[in-house]
């Protein structure tokens, strides 16, 4: 088992880690602790909790329906009402298991009830425990809008094990892979892609590059917790990412948080390409791996406009400016610097581009 710091916050990884979770309710001393849990996924991660942890079976056992398309302040309502039925209070911690919206969501509502109560994480699927638990983020949507009502807010410690990682359906380990993907364009000069297509695959996935994303997000939060500077690389692939998860949602035809960001990256690569000085190589190889794993984004000319709406709307711009994350090369990132629609539609109607040409 190896641990890195968030701040404050012990997150532990590795084979057989999530022993150490069953220690929680002895010593948090003077508290009560209850276990939150993603409701439709309780099934396959539920048993494996239990007999790693058995004494956190003896705990009170809360579920919360966490999906992409019930990531709203109004599912938590339930929940907040059965904390209250209960006699929940400020010596309460709170143990969230799930994936990456349930450790959103239920963040979010441990941070805002009585105005905030600790809790702590233990990410059940590769999203979850390459992105969602670690940094102090909390969060949920409004409507479409990705992620705008939530507050910062640190779990106590996190527990990472891999042995949730085999009750992953291939997209939902896509989706988490995508995230690890990320953090290599962003924090790693000498990235591999004979190493990100092994991430890519349940049967190769080396261990070493989620430990290295989880260690990288922690660095830089631990700069920059309140995302005003150096944070905000985290969000590479986010502008795109997010207005295509929007779209997808009000279509009706939802996609996973990092397939969506995936097909960011490759488009705000393809905006470094023009903007940034990027290289075409980096660029071409990325959507190649792309398209080969995650497949493109189907959208009409017609939804071009509301895909720029809403990164208009996004909530990292501002004074109405867009930033997306542009790469000057592997490791390189610009952050500061703002972007116009003329470059943003150009991308938008250009996708998926052609890959052809070197």
Not at 42 to 67: F, G, T, V
Not at 299 to 306: C, F, L, N
Not at 335 to 340: A, H, K, L, N, P
Request: net charge negative.
């Amino acid at each position: 088992m190896e641990t890195v710091f968030d701040q404050q916050c012990a997150v532990h990884i590795g084979e057989g880690c999530l022993r150490a979770a069953d220690e929680i309710p002895i010593r948090r001393q003077g508290r009560t602790c209850v276990l939150v849990c993603e409701r439709h996924a309780a099934p396959l991660i539920l048993p494996p909790l239990m007999e790693n942890c058995p004494r956190l079976s003896k705990l009170p056992l809360y579920y919360l329906d966490a999906s992409e398309p019930g990531k709203q302040i109004e599912t938590l309502l339930p929940l907040w009402h059965e904390w209250a039925r209960d006699g929940l209070d400020r010596h309460t911690s709170v143990i969230l298991v799930g994936g990456g919206v349930l450790c959103d969501m239920g963040g979010f509502a441990a941070s805002v009830y009585k105005r905030g109560i600790p809790f702590y994480a233990i990410p059940t699927t590769l999203l979850a425990m390459a992105d969602a638990s670690v940094g102090g983020k909390t969060a949920v949507d409004l409507g479409e809008i990705k992620n705008i009502l939530g507050n910062f807010h640190r779990s106590e410690a996190v527990w990472i094990d891999p042995v949730f990682l085999k009750t992953l359906p291939r997209n939902e380990f896509l989706s988490g892979a995508a995230e690890i993907l990320k953090m290599q364009f962003i924090g790693n000069p000498g990235l591999s892609f004979a190493e990100l297509e092994k991430c890519l695959d349940p049967g190769t996935f080396p261990l070493s590059l989620l430990h290295f994303a989880i260690a990288e997000k922690a660095r830089i939060t631990g700069i920059d917790f309140y995302e005003e500077n150096i944070r905000k690389t985290l969000n590479f692939g986010h502008t795109f990412g997010h207005a295509f998860e929007a779209l997808a949602l009000k279509q009706n035809r939802p996609i996973a948080h990092g397939q969506a960001v995936a097909h960011g990256m490759v488009c705000e690569l393809y905006l470094s390409c023009l903007l940034a000085g990027c290289p075409k190589h980096l660029f071409v190889q990325t959507a190649r791996l792309i398209n080969r794993h995650y497949g493109i984004f189907r959208y009409g000319k017609e939804d071009i406009p509301e895909l720029l709406g809403y990164m208009l709307n996004d909530k990292k711009n501002r004074n109405g400016q867009i930033f997306p994350v542009l790469l000057q090369d592997a490791g390189k990132s610009l952050y500061t610097e703002s972007v116009g629609t003329d470059p943003l539609l150009q991308t938008l109607n250009t996708y998926p581009f052609n890959t052809d040409l070197d």
